[in-house]
């Protein structure tokens, strides 16, 4: 635990220019995960960059043509209660409901989860499948890249030295679509996922040819990922429950689980394809109109005992 | 007769107002000028030799005051229990990680970190003993070479084995010969932190005059002090133990683990010294439930009848004596009517961290062994699990292990009570099941005193050693209340220290409603009766024609001549035998049963092996509920730390290295991971508990791993012997993978009969 | 390096420096002898931490202290007006919901914080809104049944 100095950034060019300048900064947001770190002494920070303070980067605004655009600084809980991502997005609502405690959802922002880069994120499945580009700005201006490229490795990101990670956009879903994503762990609250699974699926106007779908795998591989295999088996294809298994099954050559104190490479690879099979199920449902409550979609994200 | 009655009210708990209101005060919300904090550096080694301890640099870190090690404490062995085999620091050898090794006292934490950073240690690597099964080899290397030359040690067949402890009963033999079916099954279960919401924590200041001022978070303020006056070789009275407000130990705070470090510093640097530990030193520091093996045989006849048992525990007991061995000869019997049998249980020492105590630590290991084995039993003879136990269950007057025949008790009405509640038997829905499970204990005994006295205004204040974890002081003003017959608003229970208050053993080991509450009945008892002597003699009656009743003693035939408790206190200022105190003082209680029975409905996800609880009902048998709120929320508090027990937890150790030491990898219950308990509560009073009352804390968390494990069964066929009950197993087990071997070498077996 | 810092705790301005590691329980507890709110891990495991900012519930100890510049914190003893204890605390009192007292505070400001945005929460809710309190003694009952109580109590106050 080193003494560490102090930064805050009143505009994202502020916040990149102390980063340029002085070496060996962390940005904070919520904190939560550079505190864990420096307490354990695994990290050593010179200095942290408090970035809570730029006004303008926790908005979430939506539109049909433009889809979901979030705020680095969104907390957790905002996602987990926002009318528009409860809507809209489901699986990220659902996600945010599975993270954590009340408490941290307060405190831990969409950004500053990304930016961690677990494999086992809770949000990064659901963000994935979503298709979301990630909006940075640094020394050299601004980029556009997507999650998927976003993420390099166990706590790696493609972020360049002092570049910051200011917003994440979704793109527009089609009419007909529906989302689960669950999060597979011994408790309903507070556990970093041992397998997290998110199926966003959309159906075409003839009823049960799948126009589009994403599955994606955490805590299976050094990233988050996308089951592809998977997704080709459903892509343009009549969706029923045969296809459905064999999606699940599928699942299964995107995945690279390891052994760690979460659960063994043999128990998350075991349960990836009941849990794909479940989360498609109920994305196909919703996507056909059934409505979930927000209790039901609790319950199936934490596997409740209620 | 009293017209109010304090027993069996839901009278809300003493503290409460001033815990929820945040204004009590625990060891570590103490803050006194000029104090210092102190921080351990601990070994990261498992066994290995000392060379060196150079502290130099440390000391001359700016913000650092004092820096001790073992060369700078007096030579002296303590130990958990019986034998002495601990130092406060590590001497010549570590013998296992985390063993404290010097410590630092400074302006504060991030300085005394950085201090231990430079305080330079040279060890010399020793072959590191890992578990009990390599402990117990003949060639395994030693964790205490001069173990015989230990105060407290009885000879045992040597090597690590630090006790060995046997009981038996008839020909179990010849029984087991003439069985019908023999049964044998070994279960193991893992190592369990207690969890304490509130990690150690202690100040330390010494006045003026020399007295030694320790505040801290402790279940046993008479024991820290003869341990602290041991090591630090000073007089007892010379120290006085504050116990403060306790955030929760359950075993693991009934020994000294840190204050002799701000002691010693206190004593040092002449300044206070403050000791907060941090949950990862809740591993570290303070010994937890480590891993346990139980073999059990059973024979049984046609009929069902149980005729013989052995068994044989191998605790593991990390690197000192701790707590558990003496369960695997009290409770491998279960509550079962068994003639014949054998059981032998041994303590063995590995290079971890002592075995420390946890809510009757061990019985939850073995009943976890006992009541699957009781199910598998049934199963396998075509029985119903509930028949089988109750056909087997004790009766009253049947012999208990130790000797004392069984008094009157519930056992049997708990069974019956959960059989109704639960429709006991029926199908359970696909995917799901119920299991049984049975518990018990004894109420706790131990040397308790207590001293009552009345106020000039009425009021009545209680004076005890011990320390309120379950709500006992609330039980104490409500046995006090009643003896007397006293406004329950009116009594007060005294904040007290080791100079305060006369010695009374540990709270622990459900000890403090019956032994310690036994004594504030008897105090009360002797307050009234020196009320009612000086009141007949004033009113010229007998002091059999008055009552005591209502907050007066009046004469029963004439109510309207009598005096109020306070008048009489008053009066008693001038008499003959001076200001009225009712006192007591016991060193052993009767043995009082304990016992209840318990029920787990599981569901299992058959596709990923996620197992939970979904209902689960207990009965128990607590004699008289003086207050059954506070007796519910004991046993609410026990059931879902078993079921924490049963699927959620475990402290992994590799190498001698805890690779969970944090509430992220070490998970315990949250509040939407369990059900509500639905609690019967059956009340058979003991002979002489105060009012009747049983203990009660104990048990409830005995049964969960069990009942569930049965109820798995009965869900979906699976039997695991391994705690916990994980989905990894589960679902291994589903797809027919065969379970993790358990079963102990049969030569090892025949050594360790004996 | 030591910062300047201005909050309100409990209704009452704040001018303080801190270091900036403190973090915002440390802050509480340590400088301000706030003890009412307790450290149970430092991780934010636990929920022990946990106070109030602006309605939210938080775990202060995942909060440094710096980041609560202007903000308007409320602790445990802040629940606590003219002596009278809070619907919350008194329910706990009531039905049995403290044991240790360790985790109350922290559960305690959980269940004011649920109940400042959902008045009637069913008995799934809250233990839900309670998943982030840690509590080894209770098993969770009796706390849940105290704030159900307690959400009767203020909605018939409310009416």
Redesign the interface.
Known sequence: MNRFAYREALTVQEAVDILSREEGGRVIAGATDVLIRWRQGAWKPRYVLNIKRIPGLDAVSYSPETGLSLGTLVTIRTLERHALVRHCYPALAQAATAFAGVQIRNLATVGGNACNASPAGDTLPALLAYGAVCRLVGPAGERLVSLQHFFQGPGLTTLQPAELLVELCLPPLPPRTGALYIKHSPRATMDIAAVGVASVVSLGEQDGICQDVKITLGAVAPTVVRAHAAEAVLQGSLVDAARIQQAAQAALEDARPIDDIRGTAGHRRAVIAPLVRRTLHYAVQMAQGTELSLQTQRGLAVEAIF | MADRTSLGRNYPRVDAADKVSGRSQYASDIYLPGMLMCKVLQSPKAHARILHIDTSRAEHVPGVRAVIAGRDVPDVRFGNGAVKDKRIFALEKVRYIGEPVAAVAAVDEITALEALDLIDVTYEDLPVVNDPLDALKPDAPLVHEDLPSYAGYKPTMGGNICTVLEADRGDVDAALAQSDHVFEDTFRSQGINQGYLEAMACVANVDPSGRINVWTSTQAPYQIRATLADVIARPMARLRIIPMELGGGFGAKLRMCVEAYPVLLALKTGKPVKLIATREETFTLSGFRLPTIVYIKTGVMHDGTIVARESISIFDMGAHLGAGVQSGVSHTLGPYHIPNYRMRSYAVYTNKIWAGSYRASGVADVTFAVESHTDIIARRLGLDPWAFRKQNAFHEGDLAIQGSPIPRNGLHETLEAVKQRLGWPRKSAEGMGLGLAMCQWRSGSGPSTASISIQEDGTVSILTGSVDITGTDTVFAQIAAQALGADLDHVVIARRDTDLAPFTGPSGGSRIIYSQGKAVQMAADDAKHKLMALAAEHLDVQPGMLTCANGRVYVTDNPERGYPLGQLARMSLTSASGPIMGTASLSSMPFAPIFSTQAAEVKVDKETGTVKVVRFVQAQDVGVAINPMAVEGQIDGGVIQGIGRAILEEVVIKDGKIVNPSLTTYLMPMAADVPSVENILVQVPTEDGPFGARAVAEPPGFGPPAAIANAIEDAVGVRLKTLPLSADKILRALQGEPPEATALDPDLLQRLRG | ?K?QLSLSINGDPYEVLV???C?LLDLL??QL????????????????C?VL?DD????S????A??ARDKAIT???G??QDNT?HPV??A?????G????????GL?M?GV??LLENPDPTE?E???????????????????QAILKAAETMRATAS
């Open positions: 390096m910062h270091e900036p590691y973090s507890r340590d002898h706030l003890t009412g709110t307790k450290k149970g891990c430092d991780e934010g495991d636990c929920g022990a946990t900012i939210q519930t938080v775990t100890c995942m909060m440094l710096l980041d602790t445990v003893e629940l606590v204890l605390q008194e706990f009192v009531q039905y049995g403290v044991q240790c007292g360790f985790c109350t505070p305690i959980s914080g649920l799934e809250v233990r839900f809104a309670i998943g982030g309190n840690l509590c080894r003694c209770t098993g969770y009952a009796k706390v849940v």
